[in-house]
Nanobody
């Protein structure tokens, strides 16, 4: 088990940037693949990005490719989501999650944070 706490959300204008952080507790953080998901009001939760336990592999949903970057620092037990060129449609609650597998579907993730709100104004 790993406990996750997101931070870094906020209100930003379209075209702006934000960096989300997800701090993990527990000594097994480096053994998990870490993902970011988001959920907009009235919509289903959506996969955003995933990074392997080593950081060597990443994968993104098409809508954020070239704008978002996922990274991790295993020494700090933290995963990041750098978001640039933000659009109003990026507005959502963003969640980080941990999985034993490099996965793009939520049901393969066992541990979730509480979420952080990102609002992009037009």
């Amino acid at each position: 088990q790993v406990q996750l706490v997101e931070s870094g959300g906020g209100l930003v204008q379209a075209g702006g940037s934000l960096r989300l952080s997800c701090a993990a507790s527990g000594r097994t953080f480096s053994s998990y693949a870490m993902g970011w998901f988001r959920q907009a009001p009235g919509k289903e939760r959506e996969f955003v990005a995933v990074i392997s336990w080593s950081g060597d592999s990443t994968y993104y949903v098409d809508s954020v490719k070239g704008r978002f970057t996922i990274s991790r620092d295993n020494a700090k037990n933290t995963v990041y989501l750098q978001m640039k060129s933000l659009k109003p449609e990026d507005t959502a609650v963003y969640y980080c999650a941990a999985s034993a597998r490099f996965a793009v579907v939520g049901y393969k993730y066992d541990n979730w944070g509480q979420g952080t709100q990102v609002t992009v104004s037009s």
